[in-house]
């Protein structure tokens, strides 16, 4: 039997180095990203572990590698075991491609390099894997796309028991794509049209999985809802992009989306906003590790110990905060994933608009700048 050996949005910690230097915006102002921990220079930590076959488990020698959220990109071509390795500055969020004859190119899950390095195996899906999905489905390839999305609670375990219902892709204006046949829950190898909710499949780990046929190529954001573990109804969103002919991974819910700011309504600079600007060892971002006296983001330094400085130096700056427009801010729009390369920043803190930071941030601008 052939399996899937899928394992998403592994994270391991642990060395540093040099990573590209903050860019100046047009008004002059600097753009606010965030490299991670370490030392008062910017970081880079190693990402590395092998390309696999994603029906197989094969490793894939000879497979192209390219980042998407990182300026400028990245590239490399796993070896003859199918190994990989490249350097990312700490703090990055960031989507990595694989690319090989007689595969689809895959845009793989999201990577985040907290503070050290990260080993994380990457995946190609072989067109005659993905051809079998359509025919076992019984769906015509129109566009031929496949979104294969791992699903788990806020704990990591597999999220079992979904119904199709519960599962959307959504445009930016909320609307439902159009022309996607979907979803069709996964069995321990391929689509299994039998499934009438999601079921985990598999040991060590069991996962439970779902895949969308056809979509649309474009940027959109993937919706499960489901009970969370206080028997209240709660929704997982993933961005995910779509290229034309290609096929995407992506993990829905995990340990990830458990950092829910929700509970916060009336975010203060002190308490809320502050902290997550500091570097990683120190429970933040890692913004704090670039925007320092000595750093490459001096200008706009974060690790000052009194809050009150930070926040007056983030007021001084050109174009940092917007109270007229809230989103314009390059507080947010700096470090805010951009789909189309050359990002203007080094590297993303933020994936979307659904991330519980950015949210955060901007309900703090949104209502003042509380202190």
């Known amino acids: 039997m052939r399996h899937a050996w899928l394992c998403i949005g592994l994270i391991v910690f642990?060395?540093?180095?040099?990573?590209?230097?903050?860019?100046?915006?047009?008004?002059?102002?600097?753009?606010?990203?965030?490299?991670?921990?370490?030392?008062?220079?910017?970081?880079?930590?190693?990402?590395?572990?092998?390309?696999?076959?994603y029906f197989t488990g094969d490793p894939l020698a000879a497979t192209a590698i390219t980042t998407v959220g990182l300026q400028p990109e990245l590239a490399t071509t796993t070896a003859a075991d199918g190994t990989y390795s490249f350097e990312v500055a700490v703090g990055s969020k960031l989507f990595a491609t694989s690319t090989r004859n007689n595969f689809l190119n895959t845009r793989n899950a999201t990577t985040v390099v907290a503070q050290l390095p990260v080993i994380e195996?990457?995946?190609?899906?072989?067109?005659?894997?993905?051809?079998?999905?359509?025919?076992?489905?019984?769906?015509?390839?129109?566009?031929?796309?496949?979104?294969?999305?791992?699903?788990?609670?806020?704990?990591?375990?597999?999220?079992?028991?979904?119904?199709?219902?519960?599962i959307t892709l959504v445009d930016g204006n909320g609307a439902l794509v159009t022309g996607v046949s979907a979803p069709f829950f996964m069995n321990a190898a391929d689509v299994d049209p039998s499934l009438t909710m999601s079921t985990a499949f598999g040991a060590a780990p069991a996962?439970?999985?779902?895949?969308?046929?056809?979509?649309?190529?474009?940027?959109?954001?993937?919706?499960?809802?489901?009970?969370?573990?206080?028997?209240?109804?709660?929704t997982h969103t993933t961005s995910v992009t779509i290229t034309a002919g290609g096929a995407t991974l992506a993990l829905s819910g995990?340990?990830?989306?458990?950092?829910?700011?929700?509970?916060?309504?009336d975010p203060s600079f002190?308490?809320?906003?502050?902290?997550?600007?500091?570097?990683?060892?120190?429970?933040?971002?890692?913004?704090?590790?670039?925007?320092?006296?000595?750093?490459?983001?001096?200008?706009l330094p974060y690790d000052n110990t009194d809050p009150a400085v930070v926040l007056a130096a983030i007021k001084a700056a050109v174009g940092v905060i917007n109270a007229t427009t809230p989103a314009m801010s390059t507080f947010l729009t700096k470090p805010l994933f951009e789909t189309t390369p050359p990002q203007n920043h080094p590297n993303a803190t933020f994936l979307d608009v659904n991330d519980p930071n950015y949210k955060l941030f901007l309900l703090w601008i949104t209502l003042g700048t509380k202190p």
């Open 14 to 53: 642990g060395c540093e180095g040099k990573a590209p230097p903050d860019q100046p915006t047009t008004d002059g102002s600097l753009a606010v990203d965030a490299p991670g921990d370490g030392g008062s220079d910017v970081t880079t930590a190693k990402v590395s572990g092998k390309v696999l076959d």
């Open 121 to 166: 195996n990457l995946y190609a899906l072989a067109s005659g894997d993905v051809g079998r999905q359509f025919a076992t489905a019984n769906v015509t390839a129109v566009s031929g796309t496949i979104l294969i999305a791992e699903l788990q609670n806020d704990l990591g375990d597999p999220l079992a028991g979904i119904l199709p219902a519960a």
């Open 207 to 234: 996962r439970a999985r779902v895949a969308l046929l056809n979509a649309p190529p474009g940027t959109y954001t993937l919706k499960v809802n489901y009970t969370d573990a206080n028997a209240a109804a709660a």
């Open 254 to 265: 995990g340990l990830q989306a458990n950092s829910s700011t929700a509970a916060i309504t």
């Open 270 to 299: 002190a308490t809320d906003i502050y902290p997550r600007l500091q570097k990683a060892s120190k429970g933040g971002l890692g913004c704090a590790s670039c925007h320092n006296l000595t750093g490459a983001g001096s200008v």
